[in-house]
């Protein structure tokens, strides 16, 4: 290719009028010629026998005049090709940054806001540190590094006692699972990345709002999203979802159907199996992200997708949230029949994940600490979200509505209309508590007006007193 760019022309002036020009004339006139923006980087310079016969000047002339600005750096000589005019400094720099940006990733913002060390973290979606099973799990860890020797080779699926213990969990929750069928993933967020590149979905429908990382996800993948309003107060508009996905074809549905992350919504049995229908005539794969199982006593009664629909949902769960968030531990549970790929898939990205974090975890739950945090952490779940709701009535102006899980890390609190969040977020940064705007959630309209709160990462008095200034702000906000 490159032998058919054109020869790029500039002006040749003589320093001295009636003289014949120099080579350093030659030089002079491509410089200026590239200052004044008439010689393009990648532009090819005459060759030498050209501008010899046009001007009457040696050879010699010509060629120390190229040499001397390949020396300078200003043209770049390329073997049987010629002299072409290379990148300036500025250039060079807009062309890495450039390629920097190329990549598709949009922007996403961090998982609970820029919020700073000592804020009281309202709409967290974590459990509070102080009630999660460190030292318990440094035991474990220090145990398994004990077994003489580290295993060289690993499942690409993940450590099979570990997945056996997971399909034995699920299969004591009404969800029959074989552990051929677990895949363990970097946290259930490796989970809806690998369904949705293995199954190469164009299409996903998503609760409106939705995790937002999910949605982030999703788009990134290039997926293009069918949003489904769901408002927490009202229910499931069955007529309404049945419309767009029966106008856009969704390949995927992506529900969290328990606890709902950011509206504390759980799907009624009749939403399920109106979902499970429509799958079935649709088409429509099913993705069940069961995020907010086990984090309070009473919470588990309401049946998952996956327990009523079998085999037919993927299904994806997390020890992130309940155990250590830094573990990064999460798992899929899929059809027989689409293991392999999504196996095949996850390898592509990582080909297997730590062996020592997952024997770790398997060792925690084979000890039976799993059970017993679980029940402490429900505790003092129970008493927080009790004392959430207390405080909520006592400190919250008229107007005010929130969800009631009954289960998950956080509830959703609408506010009036007339309240700008974004601001309120503001002024509540201003007075040490971060409360996320929750705009990221939203792939369609903004239909609610409103915002997570956490009964799970904030202890009782901090919560009385973040939801104490809450109540002040949000009453300034509607006067
Ligand atoms: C609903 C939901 N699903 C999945 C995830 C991913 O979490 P992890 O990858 O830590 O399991 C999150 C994280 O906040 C979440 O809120």
């Known amino acids: 290719m490159t032998q058919h760019t054109p020869y790029h022309s500039f002006s040749i002036q003589s320093a001295a009028a009636g003289r014949r020009p120099t080579a350093m004339d030659l030089v002079e006139s491509v410089l200026r010629s590239r200052r004044e923006g008439r010689l393009p980087a990648g532009a090819r310079l005459p060759p030498v026998r050209a501008i010899e016969r046009q001007l009457g000047v040696s050879k010699n002339t ?40 190329a990549p598709r990733v949009v922007a996403t913002p961090a998982l609970s806001g820029p919020a700073p060390s000592d804020a009281i ?22 145990s398994v590094l004990r077994t003489p020797g580290l295993d060289a080779f690993y499942d690409p699926q993940g450590y099979a006692p570990l997945r056996a213990q997971i399909a034995e969990r699920l299969s004591a929750r009404a969800m029959a699972v074989d552990p051929s069928q677990v895949i363990i993933t970097t946290g259930s967020q490796q989970a809806l990345d690998i369904v949705v590149r293995a199954l190469a979905t164009r299409r996903v429908a998503v609760e409106d709002p939705v995790y937002s990382h999910a949605r982030f996800l999703f788009e990134n993948l290039g997926a293009t999203l069918s949003p489904l309003r ?12 049945r419309a767009v996905i029966e106008r856009d074809a969704p390949s995927l549905l992506y529900s969290i159907t328990r606890f709902q992350n950011p509206t504390g919504y759980s799907y009624q049995p009749h939403e399920l199996d109106a979902l499970l229908a429509l799958s079935e005539r649709t088409a429509m794969g099913l993705l069940e992200d069961d995020w907010g199982s086990d984090m309070l006593s009473d919470g588990d009664y309401r049946p998952t997708l996956r327990a009523l629909g079998g085999d037919n949902v993927l299904y994806a769960n997390s020890f992130t949230k309940k155990l250590l968030p830094s573990l990064r531990v999460g798992y899929l549970v899929a059809p027989r029949a689409l293991v392999p790929t999504l196996v095949a898939m996850k390898r592509l990205s990582t080909l ?41 009535s006592a400190r919250m102006p008229e107007g005010c509505r929130w969800t009631l899980p009954g289960g998950g890390p956080t509830l959703w609190l609408e506010v009036p209309r007339s309240v700008d969040v974004q601001r309120l977020s503001a002024q509540m940064a201003a007075r040490g508590v971060n409360i996320e ?38 009453r300034e906000a509607m006067r």
């Open 121 to 142: 973290k309202l709409s967290s979606v974590f459990i509070d540190p102080a009630l999660l099973p460190r030292e318990r799990l440094a035991d474990c860890a220090r």
């Open 230 to 241: 769901l408002d927490p107060f009202e229910g499931i508009d069955l007529d309404g979802w």
């Open 62 to 101: 010509v060629q120390s005049a190229y040499d001397e600005l390949v020396a300078r750096g200003v043209c770049v000589a390329r073997e049987r090709e010629g002299v072409f005019v290379a990148h300036d400094a500025a250039e060079r720099e807009a062309i890495v940054s450039r390629s920097a940006a």
């Open 437 to 474: 705007s929750a705009a990221a959630h939203f792939a369609g309209a903004r239909h609610l007006n409103g915002f997570r709160v956490s009964y799970a990462f904030v202890g009782e008095a901090d919560l009385d007193r973040a939801l104490t200034i809450l109540g002040n702000e949000l």
């Open 352 to 392: 297997g994940n730590p062996w020592l974090t997952e024997a770790v975890l398997s060792e925690f739950l084979d000890r039976g600490y799993y059970d017993t945090h679980l029940r402490a952490v429900q505790a003092a779940l129970d008493a927080r979200y009790a004392r959430c709701l207390e405080a909520l």
